[in-house]
């Protein structure tokens, strides 16, 4: 019995990778069962839907109005996309024209719901991750400085919150 508590205690895990271990198969557990859940009928082609995207502030830093197609388009993922067509955003409250070259995607596997503004762009830092449901979804953009050639001067990931609803009647922001 002595034995195995020091065989345990001598392990080159630390604390902080156990935790991310952990954190990544909790994470992996959520995704799998929301992908066993339906897709939403909200989450349809010609839906209208509006995102909101909050900072660590909970400051609003982009609103989006998209209008999902059934159009399927390539993206970086293996996972297959429909274009999501882009009806108005918003960024730090100013009005942003779109550049007619920028694709958005959308994937739904289950309630398990991803969009991408650079859908063309592999590693373009304008995914949302999350979920859906009928009355709306809640996620992730997660932007991370991938290239940064010095890395103990990178600066760390950003994390968005980004929460949406469909629209009822379909009415862009």
């Known amino acids: 019995m002595t034995l195995f508590f020091f065989i345990s205690g001598c392990t080159s895990t630390s604390d ?42 909970k400051e609003i830093i982009r609103t989006l109005t998209v209008r999902l197609t059934n159009e399927e388009i390539r993206m970086c993922s293996p996972i297959s996309a429909l274009k999501m067509e882009i009806l108005s955003e918003s960024v730090d409250g100013k009005p942003k024209s779109h550049v007619p070259t ?18 063309m762009v592999c590693d373009g830092s304008k995914d949302v991750y999350g979920n859906v449901d009928e009355l709306g979804f809640i996620g992730e953009e997660s932007i991370s400085n991938w290239f940064c050639p010095e890395i103990e001067k990178c600066p760390g990931p950003i994390y968005n919150m980004v929460v949406g609803a469909p629209v009822k009647p379909n009415k862009p922001l």
Request: overall charge positive; aromatic content about 16%; hydrophobic content about 45%.
């Open 102 to 119: 920028t694709i958005a995607a959308y994937s739904v596997l289950g309630s398990r719901f991803h969009f991408a503004l650079n859908a």
């Open 16 to 57: 902080k990778e156990r935790i991310a271990k952990d954190e990544y198969w909790e994470y992996i557990k959520e995704v799998t069962v929301a992908m066993k859940k339906p897709t939403p009928s909200s989450v349809k082609a010609g839906a209208i839907w509006n995102f909101i995207y909050l900072n660590s502030d």
